[in-house]
Every structure is written in structure tokens, then in C-alpha cells.
């Protein structure tokens, strides 16, 4: 967890230097610095979009990983409904070939 918090602060840093870098290239009219500032920002904010992906996948795993320890026959079963189902799709969709 604590490196998604050091990505999203890297994010921000990224984001707000790119935020100065257009304003600065936009003062001075180069648009080269301007551009680099626009990449920056969109960086930032793709690091910070990650970082929070990452946690939500995290959640998720952990919420999945508490119900299968807390019902592992329940999970058992629907694991294997799946592969059944599954099963049966690749019967079907051999069969039609």
C-alpha cells in the first residue's frame, strides 16, 4: 500500500512540474516547453489513474481471498459451475466449426 501512496505522490509532483513547465512555455511562447509540460501533466495523472486502479484490483483481491477462506465449499462449487459452463461454450463452439 505504501508504494501505491509513493506513486500517487510521484503522480502529483509529475503533474503539478508539468502544470509549470506550460505556464512557463506559454509565458515565454516555446512550444517546446509548453509540450514537455503537457506531457508531464498527462503522466502525472496516468501515474495517479494507475495507482488507483491498483488499489481498487487490490481490494477486490483481498475481498475474494476472505470469501474463499471463509466459504471454501461455496467457492468449490462455483468454481466448478464455471468450468462447466466454460466447458460447455467450447463444446458448442468446436462443434459449429
Known amino acids: 500500500m505504501t508504494k501505491n501512496i509513493e506513486d500517487k505522490a510521484e ?3 509529475n503533474e503539478a512540474k508539468g502544470r509549470v513547465k506550460d505556464a512557463v ?3 515565454t511562447g516555446d512550444a517546446k516547453t509548453q509540450a514537455s509540460g503537457k506531457i508531464d501533466q498527462m503522466s502525472g495523472m496516468a501515474q495517479q489513474e ?3 486502479l491498483y ?3 487490490e481490494t477486490i483481491l483481498e475481498r475474494a481471498t476472505v470469501f474463499v477462506q471463509d466459504r471454501p465449499v ?3 462449487i462455483g468454481a ?3 468450468g462447466l459452463f466454460v466447458g460447455m461454450l467450447m463444446k ?3 462443434k459449429a466449426k
Open 11 to 13: 503522480g502529483m509532483m
Open 80 to 82: 466448478m459451475l464455471i
Open 74 to 76: 461455496v467457492s468449490i
Open 55 to 57: 488499489d481498487e484490483a
Open 92 to 94: 458448442s463452439c468446436c
Open 25 to 27: 512555455g506559454g509565458l
Open 50 to 52: 494507475f495507482a488507483d
